[in-house]
T-cell receptor, first 113, second 117 residues
């Protein structure tokens, strides 16, 4: 089955710097790659997603890139702010399996003022 | 909108008892719902996929007789943890797939914190 690896597990940056989180997936049939932000005790919040027919997507300070050949995708956060501090999860989904999501291990991002 | 609710938000029970958690899609019909479990400082682990009117599909390693899932309507799925033990203490999160949503976008409930004493 699908396996998603996420790195790094923790990331500490200074306010204003950029943060990059990387994920790899195993099944080439995966076609949907969302990123979630989760605060302690809360539900995962979708922050951006990308489909397999697109290589890059940007939404203000957040961007995601996808390399289908290498089977990896990355989250880029620019001009980080303390409120960006949270745990971020990548996930991969295959349309032919009812849409189930397989999550990466998570990255705890800390933005220091 | 696409709002998913869960009830209860937290529950404490004694070892050996059963606990039922409800997941509802409030403003759309969800043909598919998913149940995840999340231990502290860990990722979300998919437990099962629940389809309305049919048996749930469990992930490898998840005991279907211990985690009973019922998806009786297009807006309600329930997870019953039977004979709960302290190791079942976790954060349980459901999500629902919206038929018209882009690709496989899922909408998450707020989660249920289960503590088994």
């Amino acid at each position: 089955g699908e396996n998603v690896e996420q790195h790094p597990s923790t990331l500490s940056v200074q306010e204003g710097d950029s943060a990059v989180i990387k994920c790899t997936y195993s099944d080439s049939a995966s076609n949907y790659f969302p990123w979630y932000k989760q605060e302690l005790g809360k539900r995962p919040q979708l922050i951006i997603d990308i489909r397999s027919n697109v290589g890059e997507k940007k939404d203000q300070r957040i961007a995601v890139t996808l390399n289908k050949t290498a089977k990896h995708f990355s989250l880029h956060i620019t001009e980080t702010q303390p409120e960006d501090s949270a745990v971020y999860f990548c996930a991969a989904s295959m349309g032919n399996q009812g849409g189930k999501l397989i999550f990466g291990q998570g990255t705890e991002l800390s933005v220091k003022p | 909108g696409a709002v998913v609710s869960q009830h209860p938000s937290w529950v404490i029970c004694k070892s050996g008892t059963s606990v039922k958690i409800e997941c509802r899609s409030l403003d759309f019909q969800a043909t598919t719902m998913f149940w995840y479990r999340q231990f502290p400082k860990q990722s979300l682990m998919l437990m099962a996929t629940s389809n309305e009117g049919s048996k749930a599909t469990y992930e490898q390693g998840v005991e279907k007789d211990k985690f009973l899932i019922n998806h009786a309507s297009l807006t309600l799925s329930t997870l019953t943890v039977t004979s709960a033990h302290p190791e079942d203490s976790s954060f349980y999160i459901c999500s629902a797939g919206k038929p018209a949503a882009a690709y496989n976008e899922q909408f998450f409930g707020p989660g249920t914190r289960l503590t088994v004493l």
